[in-house]
């Protein structure tokens, strides 16, 4: 998707990387739009779309950042179109087999961009045996659990290539004692909220009970289908919060289809009035999520531009700024600039190498720290790292050759993400000089600190990330 829309990096800036996430997102929105007015009429299908770009996940995280849910709700949607048109069939002729193929298809591919795509199955299956067992008499049925599958084939035969490192990965991040956590549940319920905007949650809760209650017109195997395409991702990834920490946008594309119940509920309640105003009616509640949406993002940008100094911790220099995460997304422009200078005046003395390179113990902020930082000044960046630390720069690593012994590195810790190189690294280097400290400022004010240490005679012996997961390295 990044080759593509930026023509393998033919255009390298922000914009063209992120291209392919927002006409994904744009599409989105006319899938959604094209559900509802299927499902009843254009009207739904607008308050469904306005709903969907009212959401956080749908619209900022799956819309505009760089993770494979841009991909997976794509597809996700466009099978859970498709499953509609097919599932509730009491006919399965050909048309109907046809439309449950695409829907096949598009699970699979879902699949393919994340894992979590399986459950558009776990929903099918569960829809099949509870209300329409005729499909296990169909062929088609099971040929387009085979198109599914087939979607695991490029999966499996990496991961068979890379000693299962996928699997294992994400095995370590569900496995955990089972011990009740009421924080991490809290934690989890919260961030759904707010990642689907709450007053889009208000409505959802609201149409739900509406349908319990069965006031709401929608045919009733269309609400099982769209309740049961929703149930299974968030009653597993909301379970596992009672135990370990999750993020919220696990259960993302759970929340889609119960968009469109609650378009459903709105359309019935203002379809009338419309009418008979013959304009588009937008109600309240769905100007009012758009508008806290936007509102949210206009505040996060002048936050994160303007606000002056920082609105995190400043009681010590190396925290400084720490749980701030409007300095996420802030100064690395100085940052590079005067590590650029810092790094032309070793070179002049002849206390580093001109192509000593820059090392993190994390893919946070180290991917920051090469995107904004090294690539501008062409520098190359290798993480240090265990596997969960530094994902796929274990491979970035590899093919852009790796920390030779007897080379010297730069570490750039920055106060609001502090890491020691003392603590990551001292058993790995010769000599670790903290060299400068850089401040960075806001609107005037310091908002956070970056020091740059140099680390002497590298001794070639940090841990393989492939065969050591030592807890020692994740901190």
Request: with cysteine.
């Amino acid at each position: 998707m990044i080759q593509f829309f930026s023509l393998d990096l033919l255009f390298d800036n922000e914009l063209a990387l992120r291209m392919g996430a927002i006409v994904i997102s744009v599409i989105n929105t006319l899938v959604i739009f094209s559900i509802g007015k299927n499902l009843k009429n254009e009207l739904t299908g607008l308050y469904a779309a306005f709903l969907f770009n009212a959401s956080i996940y749908c619209s900022v995280l799956a819309g505009n950042f760089i993770i494979p849910d841009t991909p997976q709700l794509l597809f996700w949607l466009l099978s859970l179109k498709y499953l509609l048109i097919a599932l509730p069939a009491q006919n399965i002729d050909r048309k109907v087999s046809g439309r449950f193929l695409l829907a096949s298809l598009f699970a699979g591919l879902a699949i393919l961009s994340k894992y979590h795509g399986v459950f558009i199955w776990a929903g099918t299956g569960l829809y099949v045996l509870i209300y329409n067992r005729k499909w296990f008499q169909t062929p088609v049925f099971y040929l387009g659990m085979v198109l599914s599958a087939f979607f695991l084939l490029p999966i499996l035969v990496w991961n068979y290539q890379n000693s299962w490192i996928s699997f294992t990965f994400h095995g370590d991040r569900v496995s955990s004692a089972l011990v009740f956590r009421p924080d991490y549940l809290l934690t989890e319920l919260l961030g759904q909220f707010a990642y689907n905007n709450p007053i889009n949650y208000i409505l959802i809760v609201v149409a739900l009970v509406t349908a319990y209650r069965q006031r709401l017109h929608i045919d009733k195997a269309v609400l099982r289908l769209l309740i049961l395409n929703s149930l299974p991702i968030w009653l597993v990834f909301t379970s596992f919060s009672f135990f370990r920490q999750t993020l919220p946008h696990w259960t993302g594309p759970a929340f889609t289809p119960l968009i469109l119940i609650a378009a459903i509920y709105l359309s019935n309640k203002f379809e009338v009035k419309a009418t008979e105003k013959s304009k588009l009616l937008i109600p309240g509640s769905v100007s009012s999520s758009l508008i806290l949406m936007y509102s949210l993002l206009i505040v996060a940008w002048a936050l994160i531009n303007f606000y002056p100094g920082t609105i995190g911790k400043k009681n010590t220099v190396s925290k400084f700024g720490d749980t701030d995460f409007t300095l996420d997304m802030y100064g690395w422009d100085q940052i590079k600039t005067g590590f650029e200078m810092i790094a032309k005046e070793n070179v002049r003395n002849n206390t580093m190498s001109v192509d000593a390179p820059i090392i993190s113990p994390k893919y946070f902020p180290g991917t920051e720290i090469d995107y904004y930082v090294a690539r501008p000044l062409g520098k190359k960046v290798l993480l240090l790292g265990s596997l969960p630390n530094i994902h796929k720069y274990a491979w970035i690593n590899e093919a852009r050759g790796k920390l030779e012994k007897g080379e010297d590195a730069y570490m750039i810790s920055t106060s609001n993400w502090y890491k020691d190189p003392f603590e990551y690294y001292q058993e790995h280097f010769e000599e670790i000089i903290p060299t400068d400290t850089l401040t960075i400022k806001r609107s005037g004010n310091t908002a956070y600190y970056a020091f740059i240490y140099s680390l002497r005679g590298y001794k070639g012996d940090f841990p393989d990330p492939f065969l050591n997961q030592n807890k020692k390295f994740e901190h």
